[in-house]
């Protein structure tokens, strides 16, 4: 473990999965800056600065981090969920989707690694899902974003390990509370049925156990910034294990079918 303070700047650290990073770290003796569009409702954090910032927006992407200072550490977090058939989901709010999980961490990554690369040392850690190596129906647009990101991440962690700087992708399952709530696009009438079976699958993943709380997925986060020898992919929660230890050793036809028998899904 790392045993000298870092400067982390974590991204949607407003509530949930970035909040519980931003309090474990600060816990830990780092300096953590915490953003978030509204920081106004972030709960505050002893140690912790909190500073504005809209990972879409250019300007304020510059502005956040010349207040932050130079960096050690970049936690990109911040997501927008979203879900519906694809068949008619919308196209502009998919943009925008892809805007915020795909291109705005690039974009925070790409301000930040020059300087890295001529100091030899700089760790990113990139807040996957699941959804971003296995597929699922009506979250096929969430899981567009997250796929893209895990290629982002992985060619990256083949362009910059040359030059001493980590790439983290972490994979949470269903983390409590959940990602903030967006409206769900519920497409034709036609999948009535498959948003019926598709309900409660949460529950069915998680052994009736709950969601894994944010505090352990802050936890996961803090050790893989911490250890150097923490590997490319890093899971959160026994639901993230469980799918990806099966998607991994079953053939697509042998998943899809456990998929279908464990969720009792016959669409």
Known sequence: MNASPLRILITGAGRAIGHAAAA????RGHDVIATARDIGA?????????????????????????????????????????AGPL????????????????????AMIQAVVPSWRERGHGVIVN???VQGQVGSPLEGPYCA??????G???ALHYELGHFGIRTVIVQPGYIAPGMKASPRHDGPDDYAELWEQWAGTSDTVTGGKGR??????????AD????????LRVRIGGDAEFILDAWKQLSDAEFEAAMRATLGLTW
């Open 24 to 27: 474990e770290l600060a816990a």
């Open 42 to 82: 972030a709960k505050p954090i002893d140690g912790v600065r909190f500073i504005t910032l809209d990972v879409n927006d250019p300007t304020s992407r510059a502005a956040a981090l010349d207040e932050a200072g130079p960096i050690d550490v970049l936690v990109n977090n911040a997501a927008l969920a979203g």
């Open 87 to 106: 068949e008619d989901f919308p196209l502009d709010r998919l943009r925008s989707m892809i805007e915020t999980n795909t291109l705005a961490p690039l």
């Open 127 to 129: 807040v996957s899902s």
């Open 145 to 150: 974003t997250k796929f893209a990101l895990e």
């Open 152 to 154: 982002l991440s992985e």
């Open 212 to 221: 894994t709380p944010p505090q352990v997925a802050g936890s996961v986060i």
């Open 224 to 231: 893989a910034i911490e250890d150097p020898e923490t590997p």
